[in-house]
C-alpha cells in the first residue's frame, strides 16, 4: 500500500540527509587544520594550491567509498530493498555521490571562511535547504512557483531522484492507492469525496513515485 512505500521513501530521505550533514560536520575541523598547514607551505614556496586542492580530493574518495559501502550493505538488505545485484550497486553509486557531495561542499566552505563554526553555519543553512526543497517534505508539484528554483538548485533533490530510481524503476509491484494522494487521482480520476471508492484504484510502485514524486 502506499503507506509501506512512503515509509520507504521517508527511511531513505532520512538517512540520506542524516549522513550528508554527518559527512559536513566531520570533514570541517580536519579540513581547518589542513588549511592552515598549507597556507604556511604556501608561504615558504613548498605547496601549489593546484596540487594540494587535487591531494585534498583524493584523500576522502577512499574513505567516503568505504562509508558508503559499510552503510549500504548494513542498511540496504535490513530495510528490504530489492535483491538486484544492479539495483544494490546504483544505491550505493548515488550514496557514494551523496557523501561526496556534502563532503567536497564542507570542504569548500572551510576553505571560503576564516573557522569552522562559520562554516559550520552555513554548511548548516544549506543542509536545511536542502531538507526543505529536497521534494520529500514538500512535494514537487506543491512547491510554490517562486521556490521552485530551490529545489532545482540544492544537491538533495537530485541524489534522492538516483536512489529512488535505483528501486522503483521497473517495480510492478501492485500498490493500493489511498483516497486523497496524488496517486489515488491518477489512477481513480474523477471519484469525489460523495462517490464510492473503487476496489481496483491500483497503479504498479514504478508508476507510484513517478506520479508522487515526479
Same mark, same amino acid.
Given at each position: 500500500n502506499?503507506?509501506?512505500?512512503?515509509?520507504?521513501? #521517508?527511511?531513505?530521505?532520512? *538517512?540520506? !540527509?542524516?549522513?550528508?550533514?554527518?559527512?559536513?560536520?566531520t570533514?570541517?575541523?580536519?579540513?581547518?587544520?589542513?588549511?592552515n598547514?598549507?597556507?604556511?607551505?604556501?608561504?615558504?614556496?613548498?605547496?601549489?594550491?593546484?596540487a594540494?586542492?587535487?591531494?585534498? &580530493?583524493?584523500?576522502e574518495?577512499p @574513505?567516503?567509498?568505504?562509508? %558508503?559501502?559499510? /552503510?549500504?550493505v !548494513?542498511?540496504?538488505? *535490513?530495510?528490504? /530493498?530489492?535483491?538486484n545485484?544492479?539495483? @544494490? @550497486?546504483?544505491?550505493?553509486?548515488f550514496?557514494?555521490? %551523496?557523501?561526496?557531495?556534502f563532503t567536497?561542499l564542507?570542504?569548500g @566552505?572551510?576553505?571560503?571562511?576564516?573557522?569552522s563554526q #562559520?562554516?559550520?553555519?552555513?554548511g548548516?543553512?544549506?543542509?536545511?535547504?536542502?531538507?526543505?526543497?529536497g521534494g520529500?517534505?514538500?512535494?514537487?508539484?506543491?512547491?510554490p512557483?517562486?521556490?521552485?528554483?530551490?529545489?532545482? *538548485?540544492?544537491?538533495?533533490?537530485?541524489?534522492?531522484?538516483?536512489?529512488? #530510481?535505483?528501486?522503483?524503476q521497473?517495480?510492478?509491484?501492485?500498490?493500493?492507492? %489511498?483516497?486523497?494522494?496524488?496517486? /489515488?487521482?491518477?489512477?481513480?480520476?474523477?471519484?469525489?469525496?460523495?462517490?464510492?471508492?473503487p &476496489?481496483n484504484?491500483?497503479?504498479?510502485?514504478?508508476?507510484?513515485i513517478?506520479?508522487s514524486?515526479?
Amino acid at each position: 500500500n502506499e503507506g509501506d512505500r512512503n515509509s520507504r521513501v #521517508t527511511s531513505i530521505y532520512i *538517512t540520506t !540527509l542524516f549522513l550528508g550533514v554527518n559527512a559536513m560536520n566531520t570533514v570541517l575541523p580536519v579540513f581547518e587544520v589542513e588549511r592552515n598547514m598549507f597556507y604556511r607551505h604556501k608561504a615558504s614556496l613548498m605547496y601549489d594550491y593546484r596540487a594540494i586542492g587535487l591531494a585534498f &580530493t583524493l584523500v576522502e574518495v577512499p @574513505f567516503i567509498i568505504l562509508a %558508503s559501502m559499510v /552503510f549500504v550493505v !548494513l542498511w540496504y538488505f *535490513t530495510v528490504g /530493498f530489492a535483491l538486484n545485484a544492479g539495483k @544494490f @550497486f546504483l544505491y550505493f553509486l548515488f550514496m557514494f555521490l %551523496s557523501l561526496a557531495v556534502f563532503t567536497f561542499l564542507g570542504q569548500g @566552505f572551510m576553505a571560503i571562511f576564516p573557522d569552522s563554526q #562559520t562554516a559550520q553555519g552555513f554548511g548548516s543553512l544549506l543542509i536545511g535547504m536542502s531538507g526543505i526543497f529536497g521534494g520529500i517534505l514538500i512535494r514537487p508539484q506543491y512547491i510554490p512557483t517562486f521556490w521552485l528554483w530551490g529545489y532545482w *538548485t540544492f544537491p538533495l533533490h537530485y541524489v534522492l531522484e538516483g536512489l529512488f #530510481t535505483s528501486q522503483f524503476q521497473g517495480d510492478n509491484t501492485t500498490i493500493v492507492a %489511498s483516497y486523497g494522494s496524488p496517486f /489515488f487521482d491518477a489512477v481513480c480520476p474523477g471519484i469525489g469525496p460523495d462517490d464510492p471508492i473503487p &476496489t481496483n484504484c491500483t497503479g504498479s510502485a514504478e508508476e507510484w513515485i513517478n506520479v508522487s514524486f515526479g
